[in-house]
């Protein structure tokens, strides 16, 4: 199937312009020589850095969701409320769709997301790269659009403004683990080099 | 002579989850022989899906804004905002960065949204050869700011999470926010159906668009 190409041409995936591609030195980031579109980027020891990073995600995600994000004190009276519990205020309301939504954006989506990245960069690290973590990989690109948990970390912080007038507002131990988790999978799709997956299975570990 | 050579000239075609490239071989159902995922020479029917989706998020747009998005019952009586009085309640009670925030994730990105795309369909449609920079920018702003709409929605979720108080005050949500919700979801539907691959294709000459799309 494969061409007689120079075994570094690629084509950009914003205007499909055929490119060498640069080496790249640790830490540098190729563009589309017409479009400016990303192209790639060479982040130094990435598999490691990426799975460590992911794996920390993994536990902030888990406090994230176990304990209560939010509370309100008002007259005596204390609500608190977990990801998970507004959720089901919401679908408890009638509002299924809107409750779907926000399970599958806040919850279900970055979930799936960090888990898939785990199934195949786990492997990967171990040596054995196989050519059935490639749905998997496939299942994370197209899950990634979906996860929104620094949009719902934002929301939360405009109604919390919203209700700051009217009851005590108390933050819980969940906000700062899902401020922490942005941070982290931020960190952790900077520090990955997807190419690495589509590599000949590498001789050594890491990058 | 033109020196740059798309990969569909070059008769090839890139995996869109891998990057593999792979001939074109006339074939309909082509998988990438890396990664196995369907090959496109551009994503199947791009224009008609991403203009099915802008008009069905356009008309939608209309009752998120005219709707009611929460219904706040307190012993001061029952009180019905709409997504722009939220904004006008934020601004009045001072926290006007925060009614900004929300003013420009709720209806500045969508109308971005729905009008950036709107043009950027339009003009792949006549094969425009003008302002490629300009509208391949536009595209990414567009796949990456359109994520942030959906703020108003979870702050919706919270308030009625929090704000149970019964006998004291509640919220509920409206049905404003259901509608919202979908222009949301069909806005980021018709970014992803749109391929920004078509926006260079007129500069590879009198190729018939409407083969591939």
């Not at chain 1, 979930?111 to 994370?140: D, T, Y």
């Not at chain 2, 920018?137 to 149970?164: C, K, P, Q």
């Not at chain 2, 509608?179 to 069909?186: D, P, R, S």
């Amino acid at each position: 199937m494969s061409l007689t190409l120079p075994a570094q041409t690629l084509a950009c995936h914003e205007c499909d312009l055929l490119q060498t591609e640069p080496a790249l030195a640790p830490g540098q980031t190729a563009r589309c020589v017409r479009c400016g579109a990303f192209l790639a980027r060479n982040p130094p020891d990435s598999l490691d850095r990426t799975l460590a990073l992911t794996l920390t995600a993994a536990i902030l995600y888990v406090i994230a969701n176990a304990w209560p994000l939010v509370g309100l004190e008002m007259q005596g009276r204390r609500v608190e409320v977990t990801l998970i519990g507004a959720v089901q205020a919401l679908w408890s309301e009638g509002m299924t769709p809107v409750a779907a939504l926000v399970f599958g954006t806040a919850l279900l989506f970055p979930l799936l997301e960090l888990a898939m990245i785990l199934v195949v960069l786990i492997p990967l690290r171990l040596g054995r790269v196989s050519p059935r973590m490639a749905p998997f990989f496939r299942l994370v690109r197209s899950v990634q659009p979906w996860g929104m948990v620094e949009v719902f970390l934002l929301g939360m912080l405009v109604s919390l403004v919203k209700l700051s007038h009217m009851a005590t507002v108390l933050l819980g131990p969940a906000f700062w683990a899902m401020a922490a988790l942005i941070l982290t999978v931020t960190l952790a799709g900077r520090a990955f080099d997807t190419r690495l997956l589509w590599q000949a299975p590498p001789a050594g570990a890491g990058a | 002579m033109r020196l740059a050579l798309t990969a569909r000239e070059a008769g090839l075609m890139s995996c869109h989850v891998c990057g593999q490239l792979a001939r074109h071989a006339g074939g309909a159902h082509l998988r990438c022989p890396r990664c196995h995922a369907p090959l496109h020479l551009r994503k199947p029917a791009s224009i008609s899906t991403t203009w099915a989706l802008i008009v069905a998020s356009a008309i939608l747009f209309v009752p998120a804004n005219l709707l009611p998005m929460m219904t706040t019952s307190s012993l001061l009586g029952t009180q019905r905002d709409t997504l722009m009085s939220g904004v006008v309640f934020l601004w009045q009670s001072g926290s006007w960065p925060l009614a900004a925030v929300v003013f420009f994730a709720s209806v500045v990105v969508p109308l971005l949204k729905i009008l950036a795309l709107a043009w950027l369909t339009a003009s792949v449609q006549r094969r425009s050869r003008r302002r490629l920079m300009q509208r391949a920018r536009l595209y990414r702003l567009v796949e990456f700011v359109g994520r942030w709409s959906m703020l108003d929605i979870y702050v919706i979720t919270l308030l009625v999470a929090l704000v149970n108080f019964r006998g004291i005050a509640t919220i509920e949500a409206g049905p404003a926010a259901i509608a919202f919700g979908a222009v949301v979801v069909l806005t980021m539907f018709a970014a992803m159906s749109f391929d920004p691959r078509l926006i260079w294709d007129p500069l590879a000459g009198p190729d018939d668009l409407a083969r591939h799309d």
